[in-house]
């Protein structure tokens, strides 16, 4: 039987240099995460001259930036990532299960940052997740209320991880621990990380903070995209609800959803809905298109 199928996660570095020329394999791109902010992966990460389809949820505002860099509905696959089944499987297993106490606890994850040449990750970047980790207001209220806090590095600065000291009072987790978190999560906290659409499937609330936007020297420092994507934000060129550029405003905000149980408020709620990624079967959904390519 030929392989008529790849799919992949990551950008396949060799594929020219092995079977992407050959005609009856469609090559199928189902991605780590959901970019919408880091848009210009679907330029070149992403790209349409690597992969002959892209996996998307069926959200017009996703797959407008798709769009933007050359794909086109023929080759958009309109549903929702594979893991996002596990997420709402388990989802409707807790709800059902609600005599059993879970754990309530808040993820704090950032993506990593593209550099210049010869240059270093802003000092704001540590300095202010350091700040927001062990912010004594917010530890207590921690303990208090029995919550836990896991954190983790971007797997492409986890090499920065003895700055942080880590204590007792925040668990960090291994990289293979993520999807565990994110399932189990309350609350996350995190930057432009695709994770956003991983809790927001789960309909649990996300915090926005950009640890490094005090910093002037941006432009100088990181790639012209990241410096974009933080620029854009700050200026509010970029809307997003729930955003934050201090540490203190992301404290009080944290607090208030451990106020309010960690329930959506209406204004994320309203939020979220606009991008429409509440679904089911994706696996299903996913296996039964494979199978009909020819």
């Known amino acids: 039987m030929k392989l008529k199928v790849v799919l992949s996660g990551a950008k396949i570095y060799f594929i020219n240099n092995l079977f992407y020329n050959i005609e009856y394999i469609t090559y199928i791109c189902i991605g780590h995460g959901i970019s919408l902010l880091k848009d210009y992966l679907y330029k070149d990460y992403y790209s349409n001259k690597i992969y002959n ?7 017009n ?25 596990i997420f709402l499987k388990y989802e409707k297993y807790k709800l059902k299960a609600n005599k059993i106490i879970y754990e309530k606890s808040i993820f704090i994850m950032f993506t990593w940052r593209d550099l210049k040449p010869n240059q270093t990750i802003s000092k704001y ?6 700040n927001l980790i062990y912010n004594k207001q917010l530890n207590n209220i921690l303990k208090i209320n029995g919550i836990s806090l896991y954190f983790t590095l971007h797997h492409m600065i986890e090499k920065y991880k003895f700055l942080f000291n880590i204590n007792k009072s925040i668990i960090y987790i291994n990289q293979e621990k993520i999807i565990e978190c994110l399932m189990n999560s309350s609350l996350i906290v995190t930057d432009f990380s695709s994770i956003i659409f991983d809790i927001m499937v789960r309909k649990k609330p996300y915090i926005m903070f950009i640890p490094d936007s005090q910093d002037k020297n941006l432009y100088y420092i990181y790639d012209i995209n990241y410096y974009n994507i933080i620029n854009n934000l700050k200026s509010g060129k970029i809307n997003f609800e729930n ?3 201090n540490v203190m405003d992301t404290v009080n905000k944290i607090i208030f959803y451990i106020n309010n149980n960690f329930n959506l408020d209406d204004t994320l709620k309203k939020f979220y809905e606009q991008f429409k990624l ?6 299903k959904n996913i296996i039964s298109h494979v199978k009909a390519i020819k």
Not at 125 to 130: P, S, T
Not at 278 to 283: A, L, Q, T
């Open 53 to 59: 389809k892209i996996l998307l949820p069926p959200s």
């Open 61 to 85: 505002i996703i797959i407008y930036n798709a769009k933007k860099y050359g794909w086109t509905d023929n080759n958009i696959i309109k549903i929702g990532l594979p893991r996002w089944d």
């Open 125 to 130: 970047y540590f300095k202010n997740i350091l």
């Open 243 to 245: 955003l934050f550029f």
């Open 278 to 283: 509440f679904g089911g079967n994706n696996i």
